[in-house]
């Protein structure tokens, strides 16, 4: 199975790695359109931040934010997603051309979202999440991480039915970081499987997370934005191996470079530089 690289697009001016480089929609534009030279196979566009701590903003903005910007990458050609717990925005971008709907929230957030989306056609992705950015690791208690985020998620995947958008038009993320603490969030990478078996594609999220740079120093503030693109890269592989259907980063060059260097190291001999796209 090839594992498909998600690009981010944030139009945001507080996102947490990097808010406001692209919060103009030309800029935004041109980094998605570069993030797809460089080998993304999909575009996740999105106009609020949902970093730890962050203040949910009016679906008016957001849309004002993403809009032109998913309207101009899908003209352009590109598999637009759109990164969003509103049904009012969801709505908007498919209408201007997205194909995926990314809900953190699992539809929890905007409990019309589901019901607004099933007509529409698109495929839908529902995160793990246990709360708002506000204060979201105040939820972060578990028995059993594992074993409640795949229950909580096929709950999700019942929702969606239930709201008229059959399995096949679902794709299941963890939710890694949110809701969940370091160890939390290795617990459930690596356990991927488990949530493979649930049936839905599988997307996977680690890129920069504080997590990530938790474990390579004490002090998560030492590790700059080259090593945790670089520690994404290992988590995306490993993600590709246990089954994920994509993964969703920041730098897309370093991930790609680390799939395709792994599917050679896995075929061997028959790999080719015919077959080097991961």
Not at 113 to 141: E, F, N
Request: no cysteine; charged share 25%; hydrophobic share 45%.
């Amino acid at each position: 199975m090839t594992t498909l690289i998600m690009g981010i697009v944030n139009v945001t001016p507080d996102s947490f790695s990097d808010g406001g480089r692209y919060a103009d929609a030309d800029a935004a534009v041109a980094h998605g359109l570069r993030l797809r030279a460089e080998g993304a196979h999909l575009l996740d566009v999105g106009g609020e931040s949902t970093r730890p701590g962050a203040e949910r903003v009016a679906p008016r903005v957001e849309q004002d934010r993403v809009l032109p910007v998913v309207r101009a990458l899908a003209e352009a050609g590109a598999v637009v997603s759109i990164d969003t717990m509103n049904a009012s925005t969801a709505v908007a971008a498919v209408e201007a051309g997205a194909r995926i709907v990314n809900d953190v929230s699992g539809g929890l957030a905007d409990p019309d979202l589901l019901a607004a989306v099933a007509p529409t056609g698109a495929d839908v992705a529902l995160g793990h999440w246990r709360g708002p950015s506000t204060d979201m690791y105040a939820r972060a208690q578990y028995d059993d991480v594992v074993d409640e985020v795949v229950r909580e998620l096929r709950g999700r995947v019942e929702a969606a039915a239930s709201a008229g958008i059959a399995p096949s038009r679902v794709i299941l993320d963890p939710g890694i970081g949110f809701g969940k603490k370091g160890a939390q969030n290795w617990a459930v990478l690596h356990e991927l499987d488990r949530l493979v078996g649930l049936g839905p594609r599988l997307l996977v999220g680690t890129s920069r997370k504080r997590f990530l740079a938790e474990t390579l120093e004490p002090d998560p503030a030492e590790v700059d934005e080259a090593r945790r693109d670089l520690a994404t890269a290992v988590t995306s592989v490993l993600a590709a191996q246990a089954g994920a259907w994509a993964v969703r980063v920041h730098d897309v060059a370093a991930t790609r470079d680390a799939l395709v260097v792994a599917r050679g190291w896995q075929e061997g001999i028959r790999w080719t530089s015919s077959t080097r796209s991961p």
